[in-house]
């Protein structure tokens, strides 16, 4: 059974730092992983989407890498904000079954100071 | 473009009582569905799925059933809730470009 897991669970960071979001997953049979960003009380915001035959995707400050082999994807997000403060959620999809739903991570809760 | 509707955004509910929440979708045809549940500190849990009008798979047996009686529409309910049903409820589908959710249903049973 696929199990997906965000180290760490909260991280604060003062304005301006580079910094990584980890993100494991123990069965490398993916089908995709996608990064979803979440404010308090609202729904999930889409940030980027790896097909299993991609190594990274970027947006922005944003930069996402997925490695099967070892079961690991990271969020990298470049000279951090304020606004950029919410929980970030990692989940995947299963291989062979695209169209059944997405497996999450419990998440990080990022808070940017100023 | 494609969207997501979802509502109503807050629900209170006393226990007993019946429940109905409404997703449609628009600007897709035959969309995969789905709805999760996120209660505090478990992270968001997978209810039910469609891939297609009256099909649903339920991932975990509790108190809700969902039903598609439209190709973009997608309705979770309960005869009865409990006080174990609240959390944020979520609606989402999916395509190629990946998966879309809604604003989500704060639901509270008291």
């Known amino acids: 059974k696929q199990e997906v897991t965000q180290i760490p669970a909260a991280l604060s960071v003062p304005e301006g730092e580079n910094l990584v979001l980890n993100c494991s997953f123990t069965d490398s049979a993916i089908y995709n992983l996608q990064w979803f960003r979440q404010d308090p009380g609202k729904g999930l915001t889409s940030l980027l989407l790896?097909?299993?035959?991609?190594r990274e995707q970027t947006s922005g400050r944003l930069n996402a890498s997925l490695d099967k082999s070892s079961g690991r994807s990271t969020l990298y997000i470049a000279a951090s904000q304020p606004g950029d403060s919410a929980t970030y959620l990692c989940?995947?999809?299963?291989?062979?079954?695209?169209?059944?739903?997405?497996?999450f991570g419990k998440g990080t809760t990022l808070s940017v100071s100023s | 473009s494609q969207t997501i509707h979802q509502w109503p955004a807050t629900l209170v509910q006393p226990v007993g009582s019946p429940l109905s929440l409404e997703c449609t979708v628009e600007g897709t045809s035959n969309p995969n569905l789905y709805w999760y549940r996120q209660a505090a500190g478990r992270g968001l849990q997978l209810l039910f799925y469609s891939v297609g009008i009256g099909q649903i798979s339920s991932e975990v047996p509790q108190n809700l059933s969902a039903s598609r009686p439209q190709d973009r529409q997608f309705i979770l309910s309960s005869k009865k809730l409990l006080l174990s049903d609240s959390g944020f409820y979520l609606c989402?589908?999916?395509?190629?470009?990946?998966?879309?959710f809604g604003s989500g249903t704060r639901l509270t049973v008291v």
């Open positions: 989940a995947v999809g299963p291989l062979n079954q695209a169209g059944t739903a997405l497996i």
């Open positions: 989402a589908w999916s395509a190629s470009k990946g998966y879309t």
């Open positions: 790896i097909q299993s035959s991609q």
